[in-house]
């Protein structure tokens, strides 16, 4: 069992926190490729028809996870599963007044932050060149907001009032992209900046519309702005650049992948 007395038992819990959190985004990851499954297709159906060593193998996971997880939340006092949001039912009609309503909003984010952002920076370019089109990389603004107050967007109140929870919480977030600005509440890391730029590929490979609609339909769906696609993936491949910072990939081909595969 470790213990706080010991530098090595520190360490090992540092790591050990490090590996939970790469756990999680694997299984939010597992989670929403579940989703799409079972948007597409019924429980009777995947039984019945789905390939029974893939379905032994699915199942035998999703047991082992269970029962491992089960047993840390009766260790732990008050650590009870949170219930999965329930799914949107706005209409149709609702749904498309949603999406240009955050069309706007990142338009309009995008316009006026753009005169404050600076180009990165050499170093900065330097180590995202292995990831990323120097194109893309000359075209990205940042901007150093340095804890000032980020407010809720102006559609919030009418969200809400629709029933709507878990909208997410700028003011909490780690980096916000606007098309090719980037945001940053506080200090900005090589994680942070990746994980932003993930996005930036996103817009310019999906465009605005498609990003935002393919964004909102999904949030609606699952109730949580982490379980996107969109979000999944830029977590997915920030959690593989972190793993190897010195193993080059290309995240315009892994974003176009996604979308020609549509996963997104």
């Known amino acids: 069992m470790f213990t706080w007395s010991d530098r090595e038992d520190r360490v090992a819990i540092v790591q050990m926190n490090a590996e939970l959190r790469h756990a999680q985004l694997e299984m939010l990851s ?13 429980p009777d159906d995947v039984a019945r028809y789905g390939e029974q060593d893939v379905l032994r193998k699915a199942v035998a996971s999703a047991t082992a996870l269970h029962d491992f ?13 949170i219930a999965p949001p329930r799914a949107s039912c706005l209409g149709e009609e609702e749904v498309v007044a949603a999406i240009k309503h955050v069309r706007h909003y990142l338009h309009d984010q995008r316009r006026e932050y753009r005169p404050q952002g600076a180009p990165l920076s050499e170093d900065q370019r330097i180590r995202m060149k292995p990831f990323f089109l120097l194109a893309l990389l000359a075209e990205i603004r ?12 102006p559609f919030y109140a009418e969200g809400k009032a629709l029933g709507l929870t878990n909208l997410p919480e700028l003011a909490h977030m780690a980096s916000l992209t606007f098309e090719d600005v980037v945001l940053f509440p506080n200090r900005i890391t090589d994680r942070r900046l990746f994980h932003a730029l993930v996005h930036a590929v996103q817009f310019k490979v999906l465009g605005l519309e498609r ?13 949580s702005h982490v379980s996107v696609p969109l979000e999944m993936h830029a977590f997915s491949l ?13 995240v315009e081909e892994m974003v176009r992948l996604w979308t020609n595969q549509g996963r997104y």
């Open 69 to 81: 997880y089960s047993y840390i939340a009766r260790q732990v006092s008050g650590l009870n599963p």
């Open 142 to 153: 940042i901007v150093e907001l340095r804890n000032q107050p980020i407010p809720e967007p």
């Open 30 to 42: 597992a989670e929403c490729a579940t989703d799409r499954l079972r948007l597409r297709f019924s």
């Open 238 to 250: 920030e959690s593989r650049f972190a793993k190897d910072p010195d193993e080059p990939f290309s």
């Open 211 to 223: 990003y935002t609609e393919l964004f909102v339909r999904s949030f609606l769906r699952t109730g």
